[in-house]
Structure formats: structure tokens, C-alpha cells
């Protein structure tokens, strides 16, 4: 990754290795409510890099950072806090507030709270606020995008780079790049789903947009081959700017199973939601069950959800009952990210 960055930031450095960068990674957080791949990759990198000597700086947004729960990984402040987008989003008055009423609204305790009570991250209710962010200095939060901005600037060392988790953040690109003068980078995994997931017409006014938003970035960094054919196809921006960059696991954190679990158990690891496919495992555990030599096998479902995801959940539970397999089914409340592992 260290070489990776180099050849996409500093042409002038093709060729050679580079020295240690100063990186501003921003990073949408989901809190600590579910399973979020995008903030435990973007945290893996962040270690990965500053191991490599690099000064990476992780800026959260919306909610507070999950992974700090783990090893803490930002000092900075919460920009683009959950609730005042949403106030911003829905009403007038709130785009032209000053900031000591906007602070109240990022208390980390008040966007915990807030974040257990609504689905602040449903792709399906987000439709108007993710194009309003997709437009940048244009969109009803450019009060929160010039202050994160404005921060930057007045870091002690500027930026060699400063990195978007996801294409979802390109409204912010050509604001960083007029007033900081750096390139922008832009990391790609999954935000089609996002996108393709929206309501209409926001799904379609949200690719128009992130197309055209595509040329503020300098390049892109997605995480195979066949998702960076997938979005050159989708952002239409040139080849030269895509690149690949693999995910990668720390080993130093896993270690060996001490032998076959007792009993077969089928695991789930994400949020449990509609979106992520629980209902299709629970129908084929349930035909699974009705095989003789399978019978003694177990499902454990975990990876967190929000409150506007129980009654899904509890129709799952009848489901299981209605079958007779309930008692083989494990749901872990919780989502404790240090007990992942």
C-alpha cells in the first residue's frame, strides 16, 4: 500500500520508494451498533499504514468511531455529526445555525443515543440526504463540509493526501483540492449496492452525480480486479486512475482453533437486516435441519442492528419456531467489535 499511494499521488515518484506521507484518512462510522466491513477496513488500514511509518490522521464521521473501542485511533473531532446532517437535510434554520447549537448536537453520547434509535445508515431512507452529501459545496451540509475543511487548514502539517472511504464521499473532493491544494484519493468496495439500493429517483440522480463527481478524484483504489472493472464501467473515469489494492488480514491478531468445534455451527457475520440475506440462511438452516445426518448442526447469527430492524428479526424467530429449530439458533445481542475475533 505504502508504493500503491505513491504511484497514485506523486507522479513525479514512479519508480521509487517514498517517504513517510502525511495521510488524512476520512471515515464514515456506523458507531457500535452493527457489523460494518468499510469501518473495520478502513481501521486495518489506518494501523497498517502508521506501522509502515506513515503520519495517518482518521477523521470520523456521523457517529463516533466503533474501532477506537478496540485501540484508539483518532483524536479529531466528529464532522458531519448523524443528527446535523439530518437537521440540515430537513430544515432550513439548521443550515444557518451557529456553531455552539450544532456542538451540542455532535455530543458523542447524544449521536450514540441517537444511533440506537433510528436507522441513521438505511440506504432506503437516505436516498435525499446521500445526493444533498454527493453535492458537495453544493448540497444543503456545506456548512459542515467548509468546517471540516476549514479544520484541516489549520492542522499543523498539511496533508501529502487525504483519502475517502468510499465513493459516497466525492461531494467533498473538489472543496478539499480548491482550498488545501492536495490530491484526493478515493477507496471503492461495495457502494453500488448503496447506490442501486436507493429509492427512487434518488438512485438514478446519485450515479449522475457521483459520474460527474469522479473527476475530482485523483485516483481510485478499489479492492479486486472485478470490482475496478465493475466501477470504471459505472464512473467512466480513465484507466490510469483506477488501481487495485487488495485487502489484506492481521494475522497477529487470530490464532489457531484449538480443535473441531462439539457441535457444526453455521456462522453469520453482519448486520441483521432485510439487505443482508438473513432470511435466505434461516430458510435453508431450516431444510437443513430436515436432513437426519445434519440435525445436530447449530446457526449463530450475529453482527448487530438497529432498532428499526426488530420486527424483521422477530418474524425470523417465528419462522424458526414455526419449524421447530428455534432452540438451535443463536442471536447475539450484541455487537462488541474487541469479540469479533
Excluded at 479486486?224 to 491478531?253: N, Q, T
Amino acid at each position: 500500500m505504502r508504493r500503491r499511494l505513491c504511484l497514485c499521488v506523486r507522479p513525479e515518484s514512479r519508480g521509487r520508494w517514498c517517504s513517510a506521507m502525511r495521510i488524512v484518512q476520512i471515515c464514515p462510522s456506523s458507531g457500535d451498533n452493527f457489523y460494518c466491513e468499510n469501518c473495520l477496513r478502513d481501521a486495518a488500514l489506518v494501523q497498517a499504514l502508521r506501522r509502515l511509518g506513515h503520519d495517518v490522521l482518521m477523521v470520523p464521521l456521523y457517529l463516533p468511531l466503533a474501532a477506537d473501542k478496540i485501540e484508539p485511533l483518532s483524536n479529531a473531532p466528529i464532522f458531519f455529526g448523524g443528527i446535523n446532517v439530518y437537521l440540515q437535510q430537513k430544515l432550513a434554520l439548521f443550515r444557518r445555525t451557529p456553531r455552539w447549537i450544532d456542538r451540542w448536537f455532535d455530543s458523542q453520547r447524544l449521536l450514540a443515543w441517537a444511533a440506537r434509535k433510528v436507522g441513521m445508515t438505511n440506504a432506503q431512507d437516505l436516498g435525499a440526504t446521500t445526493v444533498s452529501m454527493l453535492r458537495g459545496e453544493e448540497g444543503r451540509q456545506v456548512k459542515e463540509l467548509d468546517r471540516f475543511v476549514d479544520w484541516l487548514r489549520t492542522e499543523p502539517q498539511k496533508p501529502d493526501v487525504v483519502c475517502l472511504s468510499n465513493i459516497l464521499l466525492a461531494g467533498m473532493a473538489k472543496r478539499i483540492k480548491e482550498r488545501l491544494g492536495v490530491p484526493v484519493v478515493c477507496l471503492l468496495q461495495d457502494e453500488d449496492g448503496f447506490l442501486d439500493g436507493l429509492t427512487a429517483p434518488y438512485a438514478e440522480q446519485a450515479w449522475d452525480i457521483v459520474r460527474a463527481r469522479a473527476g475530482d478524484i485523483d485516483a481510485f483504489l478499489a479492492v479486486s480486479k472485478y470490482f475496478a472493472d465493475a466501477m470504471s464501467v459505472r464512473l467512466g473515469p480513465p484507466a490510469a486512475r483506477m488501481h487495485v489494492a487488495p485487502m489484506g488480514i492481521d494475522l497477529d491478531k487470530y490464532v489457531p482453533s484449538d480443535g473441531k468445534p462439539a457441535v457444526p455451527t453455521i456462522g453469520f457475520l453482519s448486520r441483521m437486516c432485510p439487505e443482508r440475506g438473513p432470511e435466505r440462511l434461516v430458510e435453508a438452516f431450516i431444510l437443513l435441519k430436515r436432513n437426519e445426518k445434519l440435525r445436530p448442526v447449530k446457526l449463530r447469527v450475529c453482527g448487530g442492528r438497529m432498532s428499526c430492524d426488530e420486527p424483521f428479526l422477530e418474524r425470523l424467530r417465528h419462522k424458526l419456531t414455526a419449524a421447530g429449530v428455534l432452540a438451535d439458533v443463536e442471536f447475539l445481542p450484541l455487537f462488541d467489535p474487541a469479540s469479533k475475533l
